[in-house]
């Protein structure tokens, strides 16, 4: 698994906001892109999702910025990545435009299993829940073994991501402060 550089920036910008002194204390775009070297253009439009998805808060006008919404504690990694990554499809037959779409949702409800489960069944019951959806190009898909391993793969990267919040990675506070100023 990827991540693209969206959900990269994203967490940077996170990352960026948790790391100021004063957490109440606004940020703007171009800091943040230029104490990563990214496009202030590209990094925009990460920004404005990362405020409708309610992880942020912007302020407009002169005086006008970002900050975090929440306590770095109550941003979950796992949850985050579901909401902004485009495409969990791993493979060919995992990517239809119904699997696109409702791929993070059926993670989310195997991950939410997990406790009930092993990491087999809830690959299984991705499976089970993914194949009616998958149209796939590939001549073996319809008996393809590598679809499980795969998908017991996504949900195992999933599952990771949902044990750290924004406050795991930050806890070197200091010292990426240090370096993003």
């Given at each position: 698994?990827?991540?693209?550089?969206?959900?990269?920036?994203?967490?940077?910008?996170?990352i960026y906001l948790a790391t100021k002194p004063e957490p109440t204390l606004l940020a703007n775009i171009s800091?943040?892109?230029?104490?990563?070297?990214?496009?202030?253009?590209?990094?925009?439009?990460?920004?404005?999702?990362?405020?409708?998805?309610?992880?942020?808060?912007?302020?407009?006008?002169?005086?006008?910025?970002?900050?975090?919404?929440?306590?770095?504690?109550?941003?979950?990694?796992?949850?985050?990545?579901?909401?902004?990554?485009?495409?969990?499809?791993?493979?060919?037959?995992?990517?239809?435009?119904?699997?696109?779409?409702?791929?993070?949702?059926?993670?989310?409800?195997?991950?939410?299993?997990?406790?009930?489960?092993?990491?087999?069944?809830?690959?299984?019951?991705?499976?089970?829940?993914?194949?009616?959806?998958?149209a796939s190009g590939c001549i073996i898909s319809p008996v393809c073994q590598l679809k499980q391993v795969l998908?017991?793969?996504?949900?195992?990267?999933?599952?990771v991501l949902e044990r750290y919040t924004l406050a795991d990675i930050i806890e070197n506070k200091d010292e990426?402060?240090?370096?993003?100023?």
């Open positions: 698994m990827r991540l693209t550089n969206y959900s990269d920036y994203a967490l940077r910008s996170l800091d943040i892109a230029n104490s990563y070297h990214i496009s202030k253009s590209h990094l925009t439009k990460i920004i404005q999702q990362l405020g409708q998805l309610g992880y942020i808060d912007s302020v407009r006008g002169k005086n006008g910025g970002i900050r975090l919404a929440h306590a770095p504690k109550d941003i979950n990694l796992g949850e985050l990545i579901k909401k902004i990554e485009p495409d969990f499809a791993l493979v060919e037959c995992f990517s239809t435009n119904s699997l696109d779409s409702s791929i993070a949702d059926i993670n989310s409800a195997v991950i939410n299993d997990e406790k009930n489960a092993s990491a087999n069944d809830m690959s299984l019951k991705l499976i089970d829940e993914t194949v009616s959806h998958i998908a017991e793969a996504l949900t195992a990267f999933i599952a990426l402060a240090a370096l993003l100023s």
